[in-house]
């Protein structure tokens, strides 16, 4: 039974009524539908069945069913009728967007489409909801939304915690994006690096003397004297152009601003984040500073921003969609067809395949012909056996025949039916074929699904772990093993992702996996960086692990009773820190050591892995040898690689509870 749909889709006038998929009847006007839409129009041009003469009627109107639920319905019919009649419905819901927009796209309303597109470029839902609009708009090919979209995630970390219209965009898709996301991080980087822009920006002294607050004070015989107010940073980046240092608050101001640059490279960020500063420095109590901070910094920050975006800008409009439209199985269809085998008509394949006593052939998509034994194929896959035990045209009488044996025509390039034939034979008779690529491994893959091959994608899937692959192309056997759902391969690849940048290059198979594969396996990776870090910021395990500074005297240079006799000009000290947070036990250890421990955990945020605790460390003890002192090149391999194992194991310790979440 069906009901009737509220105001003003219930009219006594109305001349046609809609069906909703879930039996609502909207009783409309089918002017207001023509005018809308051509669809509509050219639906009532046609001869309607006389009144009464069918089922499709109700009430002595025409009853037209439609595919589309009583809501969808309600939302578009009211974009149809004059807002007079009813009001325009709001699209402030995501999640009804998409499903207005088939029905608009269907119905040929352009209108709609244009309102969906108003409202995925409202600012107030981009602000909130950045990554829904991308995956919306991208999912409907709405190219200027789709940037516009993608320009507001910047708001956000690169790394964006899981959202349900993820399952919208391919992995492709959500790579291109982040992408655009780290470039635009490292295109905000040189801001910091060379301050010339606030320079030119203020010009005078008078301009930019908040950066350097002073006080006057008069004494009791009434000399005037100028001080600071608070206190300054000397730090070498922020030098600006006088050689005084400005305001500490401004410095700090500085480096927190770049920090959240590094991950959410946004103009709009750096405006709303200003107000904390002000706050921090009018509860500091210098009355000098507090005075003015609000107008200075919110100048500044403007400046900053705007900076940001002329940075940023350049990279929306380079913002690659050319991987648009690819289908997720593309890459399993357009693996690289192999040509270097002849393409000669029904030309014979190798050896192991041309036996005499064959009772078969299989002839490949690009005509090469394989004899082979029916008994290997039958006991091998059910596949097979199933169709030989189907009825075969007696020989001779088809064309598919070819020495007596029945032809069998196969989908597969004869590269990849060699490879996968192998697997059915004896190793008494043929070595197991090795995958040269991991083109193959997902040639042989699909075959093996195709055919049933439970064994063979076993074997599949021992190629997955194998170095060559893991360590050269670790996302796509990341991908691979993710679409057979391997889970233990699908592991042990994520942990070699780990070895490459956070964000990686386009790799072979991104379409196997899912977006939101592709988003836990980036979460994973970057959970490991964050786990690393506070080694970094405190070394307490290195103390602990040496007790006390007579357990590692090489990191601090002591020289060798020997040394000291002999007082040679090459025992000189090496230079020691100058950086406070190095210290240990509140001494300054060698400077070529605090050099390792930066580089190491420069690498090790981007590449949390402990092979780069290695690389680092070798580079380190070579560098010593050539340049650091005579006792310190003496002792740096045995102390350096005690020192690498330590950190290593401390790096897989903080990793080592870091799950990837996927489930299987
Ligand atoms: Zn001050
Ligand atoms: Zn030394």
Redesign the pocket.
């Known amino acids: 039974m069906s009901t009737c749909a509220s105001s003003p889709f219930d009219h006594p006038k109305a001349d046609v009524i809609l069906r909703s998929s879930d039996g609502i009847d909207f009783h409309v006007f089918k002017l207001f539908l023509t005018l809308a839409s051509p669809f509509f129009q050219t639906m009532f041009e046609l001869p309607q069945p006389a009144v009464g003469t069918t089922d499709d009627t109700k009430d002595g109107l025409p009853v037209i069913s439609v595919q589309e639920d009583s809501k969808t319905l309600d939302t578009f019919l009211r974009f149809c009728y004059p807002s007079t009649l009813a009001e325009d419905p709001s699209l402030d819901s995501l999640t009804d967007i998409l499903v207005i927009l088939g029905a608009a796209r269907k119905y040929s309303l352009d209108l709609i489409e244009r309102k969906v597109c108003q409202a995925l470029a409202n600012p107030k839902v981009l602000e909130v909801e950045p990554l829904r609009c991308f995956a919306i708009a991208r999912n409907a090919r709405l190219k200027h939304e789709t940037m516009t979209a993608a320009r507001y995630t910047l708001r956000l970390p690169l790394i964006p915690v899981w959202f349900a219209e993820i399952k919208l965009i391919t992995s492709s898709d959500l790579l291109a994006l982040l992408t655009y996301h780290k470039k635009c991080s490292i295109a905000v980087e040189p801001l910091l690096a060379n301050l010339d822009w606030v320079k030119s920006h203020y010009g005078s002294e008078s301009g930019w003397s908040w950066l350097f607050p002073t006080q006057t004070v008069t004494d009791h015989y009434g000399r005037v004297t100028s001080s600071e107010c608070c206190a300054r940073n000397s730090a070498a980046g922020f030098k600006l152009w006088t050689s005084a240092a400005p305001a500490a608050w401004w410095v700090t101001y500085m480096k927190e601003t770049f920090e959240m640059l590094k991950d959410r490279p946004s103009g709009d960020n750096v405006r709303a984040e200003v107000e904390k500063t002000i706050q921090k420095v009018r509860s500091a109590g210098c009355h000098i500073c507090s005075s003015r901070v609000k107008e200075n910094m919110e100048e500044f920050s403007n400046l900053l921003a705007l900076k940001v975006e002329e940075a940023t800008a350049p990279l929306l409009s380079k913002y690659d969609l050319r991987w648009a439209g690819i289908s997720p199985r593309f890459l399993l269809i357009d693996v690289q067809p192999h040509t270097e085998s002849p393409s000669i008509t029904s030309a014979c394949a190798s050896s192991l395949f041309d036996h005499p006593k064959a009772d078969i052939i299989l002839r490949s998509s690009d005509g090469i012909d394989f004899r082979v034994f029916k008994l290997l194929l039958t006991l091998a896959s059910p596949f097979f056996e199933a169709m030989f035990e189907l009825p075969q045209p007696a020989v001779g009488t088809s064309d598919d025949t070819k020495d007596g044996l029945p032809v069998i025509q196969m989908q597969e390039d004869s590269k990849t039916l060699d490879i996968f034939l192998r697997f059915f034979y004896p190793s008494t008779l043929s070595e197991d074929p090795s995958f040269e690529s991991l083109e193959d491994v997902i040639a042989v893959l699909t075959v093996a699904r195709k055919y049933s091959l439970g064994l063979l994608e076993r074997k599949v899937c021992k190629a997955l772990v194998d170095p060559k692959f893991l360590l050269a192309e670790p996302f796509s056997c990341f991908a691979i093993a993710r679409y057979a759902r391997f889970e233990h391969e699908t592991m042990i690849a994520a942990r070699y992702t780990l070895r490459e940048p956070l964000i990686p290059a386009r790799f072979l198979g991104i379409d196997l996996t899912t977006a939101s594969d592709l988003l836990a396996l980036l979460t994973y990776h970057q959970k490991c960086s964050i786990a690393v870090e506070p080694l970094l910021a405190n070394l307490d395990w290195v103390q602990s692990h040496y007790v006390d500074p007579h357990g590692c005297r090489w990191l601090f240079?002591e020289k060798s009773a020997k040394s000291h006799q002999r007082n040679r000009r090459d025992t000189d000290?090496?230079k020691r820190s100058t950086e406070v947070e190095f210290e240990l036990w509140n001494t300054p250890p060698?400077a070529w050591w605090v050099t390792y421990m930066k580089k190491t955990f420069k690498t090790l945020r981007d590449r949390p892995t402990v092979d780069n605790v290695r690389v680092e460390a070798e580079e380190t003890i070579q560098n010593v040898i050539n340049t650091?002192?005579k006792?310190?090149a003496a002792r740096v391999k045995f102390n350096m690689t005690k020192f690498r194992d330590l950190l290593t194991l401390k790096v897989t310790e903080a990793t080592a509870l870091i799950k990837l979440e996927l489930e299987f």
Do not use: E, L, N
Request: charged content about 25%.
């Open positions: 240079c000290d090496c060698v650091g002192c006792d310190c």
